[in-house]
């Protein structure tokens, strides 16, 4: 059974830093590609960050293009998304999710943890 838990949501001022963490269990993880999404209510979800499988390569949402990172530690199965410079808008659910190395889709998704960013 595939598991994505991520921990590290909170509040925080505008202009702060969070780092979320994601531990994945049940899957080959360095078959997945790894991304971040965010949602506000009533909003669609958004993709903010992917990493590939190895790590070697990454993209960014343009609103988050530096001051967001994403990285990934393969021997701990985790997958984590530093962010700095927050901003209100930054201010959501943050989900991770993974997505098979040759597929198109993000096949898993993990419960998700709320960052909020105050003014």
């Known amino acids: 059974q595939v598991q994505l838990v991520e921990s590290g949501g909170g509040l925080v001022q505008a202009g702060g830093s969070l780092r979320l963490s994601c531990a994945a269990s049940?899957?080959?993880?360095?078959?997945?590609?790894m991304g971040w999404f965010r949602q506000t209510p009533g909003r669609e979800r958004e993709f903010v960050a992917r990493?590939?499988?190895?790590?070697?390569?990454?993209y960014y949402t343009d609103s988050v293009k530096g001051r967001f990172t994403i990285s990934r530690d393969n021997a701990k199965n985790t997958v984590t998304l530093q962010m700095n410079s927050l901003k209100p808008e930054d201010t959501a659910e943050y989900y991770c999710?993974?997505?098979?190395?040759?597929?198109?889709?993000?096949?898993?998704w993990g419960q998700g943890t709320q960052v909020t960013v105050s003014s």
């Open positions: 990493i590939s499988g190895s790590g070697g390569n990454t």
């Open positions: 999710a993974a997505q098979w190395k040759f597929g198109n889709k993000y096949n898993y």
């Open positions: 049940g899957l080959i993880f360095s078959d997945y590609n």
